[in-house]
C-alpha cells in the first residue's frame, strides 16, 4: 500500500527529556555500564549527556522509584543491586504478557494488518543488512508498537511497554546475530498468524525472550558483577 508509512507512523508523543536521560541511565543500569555500588553524580551525567541538571534530577527520581538507583544521604544517587532472578523476572514478565496478547491478536489479525507487520519487518531487515544500530532500533520498536496496537486492551499493552523499558535495546541492536535472529523470529510469528496456528504463535513469541534473557545474562556474566 502506498500510504502505509504515512499510516503506520502515526505520531508519536515526543519523551520528555527527563525520560530519555531516564531511558538512558536505565540501559547503563542493565548492562553494567554503571555498576551496583557506583553513584551517579548529577553534574557528570549532566556535562556527558549535554543537558542541565534539572532533567537528569528528574530521571533519578524516576529511577528511584524504580528501585534502580537508591538516595544515599549527604553523597548521591547509587546504583542498587541487579541479580539474575532480577533480569529472569524481567524477561519473564514480558513473555508472559507478549503471549496473551498475541493469542488476543491471532484471533483477530486481518489479511492487512498482517502486511503492515511485513513492512514492518522488511523495515527492520534491511535495517540488520545495513548494520545500522539506530535504525534497527527504531524498527524493532516500531514492529512491536505495531504489533501490540492490534491486540484488544490496552492497559494490557502499556504493562508490557512498562516492562520492556528495562531492555537495554542498544544493546541488542548492536549484535548482529541477535537482529538476524529477531527478523527471522518476527517471519515465524507472521507466519503462525496466517496459519491460524496458535501453538506456533506461542513458539515464537517465548522464543524472543527466551533469547534475550540468555543474550542479557551471558553479557552480564562477562561484565563481572556477578563475581
Given at each position: 500500500m502506498a500510504d502505509r508509512p504515512e499510516r503506520l507512523n502515526r505520531l508519536r508523543r515526543r519523551p520528555q527529556l527527563s525520560e530519555e536521560v531516564a531511558a538512558h541511565l536505565r540501559a547503563q543500569i542493565m548492562t553494567a555500564a554503571i555498576r551496583p555500588g557506583d553513584y551517579v553524580r548529577m553534574d557528570e551525567t549532566a556535562e556527558q549527556l549535554g543537558v542541565s541538571v534539572t532533567p537528569v534530577r528528574e530521571a533519578l527520581l524516576t529511577l528511584r522509584g524504580e528501585g534502580m538507583v537508591a538516595l544515599a544521604p549527604h553523597r548521591g544517587y547509587v546504583v542498587t543491586d541487579l541479580s539474575r532472578l532480577d533480569v529472569e523476572d524481567l524477561f519473564w514478565l514480558q513473555g508472559e504478557i507478549a503471549v496473551k496478547l498475541a493469542l488476543r491478536i491471532s484471533e483477530i489479525v486481518t489479511a492487512e494488518q498482517l502486511a503492515d507487520l511485513e513492512w514492518c519487518n522488511q523495515r527492520l531487515r534491511a535495517a540488520v543488512a545495513g548494520h545500522d544500530v539506530a535504525a534497527i532500533q527504531d524498527a524493532e520498536f516500531e514492529f512491536h508498537r505495531v504489533h501490540n496496537h492490534i491486540a484488544p486492551g490496552a492497559k494490557l499493552a502499556?504493562?508490557?511497554?512498562?516492562?520492556?523499558?528495562?531492555?537495554?535495546?542498544?544493546?541488542?541492536?548492536?549484535?548482529?546475530?541477535?537482529?538476524?535472529?529477531?527478523?527471522?523470529?518476527?517471519?515465524?510469528?507472521?507466519?503462525?498468524?496466517?496459519?491460524?496456528?496458535?501453538?506456533?504463535?506461542?513458539?515464537?513469541?517465548?522464543?524472543?525472550?527466551?533469547?534475550g534473557v540468555a543474550r542479557l545474562t551471558k553479557h552480564l556474566e562477562q561484565t563481572g558483577i556477578w563475581d
Open positions: 502499556w504493562f508490557l511497554l512498562s516492562v520492556a523499558r528495562y531492555t537495554p535495546a542498544p544493546l541488542y541492536a548492536a549484535d548482529q546475530e541477535w537482529g538476524e535472529v529477531a527478523v527471522a523470529s518476527h517471519d515465524q510469528l507472521i507466519a503462525a498468524y496466517r496459519a491460524d496456528d496458535r501453538d506456533a504463535v506461542v513458539r515464537a513469541t517465548r522464543a524472543q525472550f527466551t533469547d
